[in-house]
């Protein structure tokens, strides 16, 4: 019994303990099995089929529903060309489907509020990314790779005591 001890005791680097000897061990056997196990998220569908997420962009909010279906976006009830006039932002709205290589596949339901229509697109963008995500988790590393999941928090300063603006200062007189 004590020539077992004195090996294990042995095998040990002086300045550990037991214990830590035994952790490091079990460290070393589960450095190959840990690389090769990922972790896959699993798809958030509701019963109906959909998932849903929240967008933010500047002072907009956007709550949006993702299910299968032939590309159809509607926001506030209306069409997306009809809500969003502007091939620009019409074009933002787009850009997850084609980095994803999705389009086509998706029917959106999104309903957005506060801010101006450049947030409101950037809100329902941001929402889009996060709940193609909770579809597909797959797809996070390409939607992660453009930009699409990060939420823009540029918001606009606001106006302080004594000035015009934000920073703009009242006209100076000298007399």
């Given at each position: 019994?004590?020539?077992?001890?004195?090996?294990?005791?042995?095998s040990?680097?002086?300045?550990?303990?037991?214990?830590?000897?035994?952790?490091?061990?079990?460290?070393?056997?589960?450095?190959?099995?840990?690389?090769?196990?990922?972790?896959?998220?699993?798809?958030?569908?509701?019963?109906?089929?959909?998932?849903?997420?929240?967008g933010?962009r500047?002072?907009?909010?956007?709550?949006?529903?993702?299910?299968?279906?032939?590309?159809?976006?509607?926001?506030?009830?209306?069409?997306?060309?009809?809500?969003?006039?502007?091939?620009?932002?019409?074009?933002?709205l787009?850009q997850?489907?084609?980095?994803?290589?999705?389009?086509?596949?998706?029917?959106?339901?999104?309903?957005?509020?506060?801010?101006?229509?450049?947030?409101?697109?950037?809100?329902?963008?941001h929402?889009?990314s996060?709940?193609?995500?909770?579809?597909?988790?797959?797809?996070?590393?390409?939607?992660?790779?453009?930009g699409?999941?990060?939420?823009?928090?540029?918001?606009?300063?606001?106006?302080?005591?004594?000035?015009?603006?934000?920073?703009?200062?009242?006209?100076?007189?000298?007399?």
């Open positions: 019994m004590a020539d077992e001890n004195q090996i294990e005791n042995a040990a680097p002086a300045d550990q303990p037991e214990g830590m000897a035994a952790l490091e061990a079990l460290k070393d056997t589960n450095a190959g099995t840990a690389t090769e196990t990922t972790i896959v998220a699993e798809p958030k569908i509701d019963e109906h089929g959909r998932s849903y997420a929240t933010r500047k002072e907009s909010s956007a709550r949006v529903w993702l299910k299968r279906g032939s590309g159809r976006i509607s926001i506030n009830g209306k069409d997306i060309s009809e809500y969003f006039a502007r091939p620009v932002l019409q074009m933002m787009a997850p489907f084609e980095t994803a290589a999705r389009t086509g596949e998706f029917d959106v339901i999104a309903t957005v509020k506060g801010g101006g229509l450049s947030g409101q697109a950037g809100a329902v963008r929402g889009i996060h709940a193609m995500i909770r579809f597909e988790p797959g797809l996070r590393p390409v939607l992660k790779a453009g699409f999941l990060t939420r823009d928090s540029r918001v606009v300063e606001r106006k302080k005591y004594g000035r015009a603006k934000a920073r703009k200062s009242f006209q100076f007189s000298k007399r």
